[in-house]
Every structure is written in C-alpha cells, then in structure tokens.
C-alpha cells in the first residue's frame, strides 16, 4: 500500500490528524508521501496540480490511497490523470467561494474524482462548507460523504489528532472511516 496526504491552506501541524496519520502509517512501513506543498499560505491551484502530479510519479497508483483535507480535497478535484485506488476527501471547503488567499481552484471541476474508490467526511457544523454544499458536491462527483456530528472543520481545534477509526479504513479496508 502507498498514501499520498494533501494538506490544506496553511499546511497541517504536528497536531492535525494528517501528521499523525503519517507517523502511523510509516511506523508500519508503509510508503507514505506528505508534500509541502508550495506556498501553502498563499496557494495557487498551478503550482500545487505540479507538486501533486511529480509525487504521483512515484507512486503505485493501483496500490495508491490519496488523504485530502480542506483545500487539498479540491486540489484532488482538479486533478485528471491516471487515477489511483481509493480517495479520502475530508472537510472540504465549498466549491463555489474562492477560500481567502488561494488562487485558481475555482471553478471545481464537478465530475467523478480520479480514484477507483471515493469517499467524503463532512461534518455537521464546518464553517467552511455548509452542509447542503458538503452533499451537492460529493453527489457531483457520484461519492458517498461520511458525517462527523458537530466536528467543526475537522482539524485539531475540532479535537482531530489522532484518528483510530482513519488508520482502520487506510489499513484494513473499514467501510468508512467514522
């Protein structure tokens, strides 16, 4: 197995749920790729589609799962190659409003997601996509969305550090992540 996390604007800290994830993953040798990706509090959609597209050659695509947070989940978006296994897209922000200090992810490309496999996980309450946006863009891309009750933008502040039921999906197959 491989995994390719894609953080959001600002990047993840060492508490978010992606630094942890990683640490997991690579303590069970597993192939784990977790770019910074350029310019992260300013990102523009170019330069992060040529970090993506250089990490994913050197990937095994068939055995590839691809964890997204906010605006990482639209970059997967936008993406159009060679698609991998599974897909986690994990609070993203909504597809219609350019989140502040990005540049070029809108319009979001509304067509099923590069992987053989998507999933989203949304929560009740995130500022940054309300729920109905959460729901019309996974049924844009023809994915089911995992609801997290009052879990907020599902990063540290939301109380996402570590993630149990995360590492089961990414090692054992679990049906959702939630």
Excluded at 67 to 95: I, K, M
Excluded at 121 to 146: H, I, K, M, Q
């Amino acid at each position: 197995m491989a995994f390719l996390i894609l953080h959001g604007i600002e990047g993840s800290g060492p508490e978010h749920w992606q630094t942890w994830i990683a640490a997991r993953l690579r303590e069970r040798g597993e192939q784990v790729a977790y770019p910074d990706l350029p310019d992260a509090d300013a990102p523009h959609l170019e330069r992060w589609r040529a970090a993506l597209d250089e990490e994913l050659t050197r990937l095994p695509l068939a055995e590839t799962t691809v964890l997204c947070h906010s605006l990482g989940s639209l970059l997967w978006l936008h993406h159009d190659g060679a698609p991998v296994n599974r897909a986690l897209l994990v609070a993203p922000p909504q597809p219609d409003v350019e989140v502040p200090g990005s540049t070029g992810f809108r319009p979001v490309p509304l067509r099923p997601s590069a992987a053989r496999e998507t999933r989203f996980v949304c929560s009740t309450n995130d500022p940054w996509c309300p729920r109905e946006a959460s729901r019309r863009l996974a049924a844009s891309v023809g994915a089911p969305v995992d609801w997290l009750e009052a879990a907020g933008h599902i990063n540290p502040e939301a109380g996402f550090g570590p993630w149990p039921a995360l590492e089961k999906w990414c090692l054992d197959g679990a049906e959702a992540p939630v």
